[in-house]
């Protein structure tokens, strides 16, 4: 899993791959928490703050990691701090991916169950997912970015099509007015919305395999764009159709929507079928570059080159998952997984981009001393 000739990654594939790593469980719950937040149909204003935020620390992820050409997050962390705490955040870092992949899992089996597999237990349905995700991770980080590069241009064109199909439903009046209680829902708005675009963080990771490293920015910020754009209509969309109040009351407002488009005389007329399944395959995705991410943590931080620590962590994300109790204690799982990457996708970035400058103006004035 040390980066090489054989298992660089394109740029198209890298922006692929943080667009697939964001979406995940944000495009059913998203707009449910950032109703509860905002009170107001500007939601989609927070959205496009939050999208520029996650821009902005994006910057530091990738700056920071281009300062190490074909080193990842966990080889590099030791140059920075020292060994004993670089140690500490490898851990920290692949330990956040761990809680990631297992509310990824519980998140599915609980939409799973809610609508298809209402008798099927949920462990058995987790227990499928996590066999499916590790016989593709122990394959590397190749197969990994292919299958997303496959799955990418038929997710897009579902949800083009589920968006023009959704207009039928939509209300403008339902989305004005603009600005009508001021700045501050929005502003109010900014906190959960901008969890929903964690993932970026992968170019930690993703930036030393790739071919063209000096690119990597441009491809993170494509990816980051795109995720925005799909979230905006996806908000505009929901908001018009079901009004900020009822949003606010329903586990699954996404998923409302997609109930109430008809396919008359097509062969299957439950349009909610067609969206579960993307929406599982996004997860699935975010699922799969997470314990990817996770296990590549503890072979580089251990330095054990073996796909055995991907199997040991199956016991432990499964542990992870089965930790809720019900589907609230899921989601206050998936706000501390949300609070877990402020502090991997914000601090750790602008800390350490801060402490390499530092060191890097330390050694100028040293040598133009001596």
């Given amino acids: 899993m040390i980066p090489n000739s054989q298992n660089k990654i394109t740029n198209v594939q890298a922006s692929v791959a943080v667009f697939m790593m964001i979406m995940g469980v944000g495009i059913i719950s998203l707009p449910r928490v950032s109703a509860e937040a905002v009170k107001t149909p500007d939601i989609w204003l ?21 300062k190490f050409p074909r080193q990842t997050f966990y080889q590099y962390s030791r140059h920075i701090t020292g ?28 939409v799973i169950r809610g609508y298809l597999l209402d008798q099927t237990p949920i462990e058995v349905t987790m227990s499928i997912f996590i066999s499916v995700g590790v016989y593709l991770v122990v394959g590397g980080i190749k197969p990994i970015v292919k299958l997303f590069e496959l799955y990418f241009p038929i997710i897009l ?24 209680d001021g700045i501050r829902p929005i502003i109010q708005g900014i906190k959960p919305t901008a969890l929903s675009y964690f993932g970026f963080e992968i170019m930690f990771i993703l930036t030393a395999y790739m071919d063209k490293p000096q690119k990597a920015l441009y491809t993170t ?12 209509i996806m908000l505009v969309l929901v908001i018009g159709a079901l009004t900020v109040e009822e949003v ?43 314990l990817y991410i996770a296990s590549l943590g503890w072979q580089q931080t251990f330095n054990k080159k073996s796909s055995i620590i991907t199997y040991v962590l199956i016991p432990v994300i499964y542990l992870a998952a089965m930790y809720p109790q019900d589907i609230n204690s899921v989601f206050k799982y998936g706000d ?35």
């Fill in 336 to 370: 501390y997984v949300g609070y877990f990457g402020i502090l991997v996708s914000g601090i750790f970035p602008l800390s350490l981009w801060f402490i390499t400058l530092v060191k890097k103006k330390s050694r100028k004035a040293n040598s133009e001393e001596s």
């Fill in 83 to 110: 060994k004993p705490i670089g140690f500490l955040l490898n851990l920290t870092i692949a330990s956040y991916f761990i809680t990631l992949s297992g509310y990824e899992v519980r998140a599915m089996a609980e």
């Fill in 46 to 66: 927070s959205v496009i703050l939050s999208g520029c935020i996650a821009m902005i620390f994006a910057f530091f992820v990738v700056s920071l990691s281009r």
């Fill in 157 to 180: 064109v579902f949800f083009l099509f589920m968006f023009i199909l959704s207009f039928t439903n939509f209300e403008v009046d339902n989305v004005r007015p603009v600005l009508g």
């Fill in 221 to 232: 910020l494509m990816g980051i764009g795109l995720t925005m754009v799909i979230y905006l």
């Fill in 248 to 290: 606010r009351l329903l586990t699954f407002p996404t998923m409302e929507l997609v109930k109430s488009i008809e396919l008359k005389g097509f062969f299957l007329e439950r349009f909610e079928t067609f969206f579960i399944i993307m929406w599982v395959i996004t997860t699935f995705t975010t699922f799969t570059i997470s």
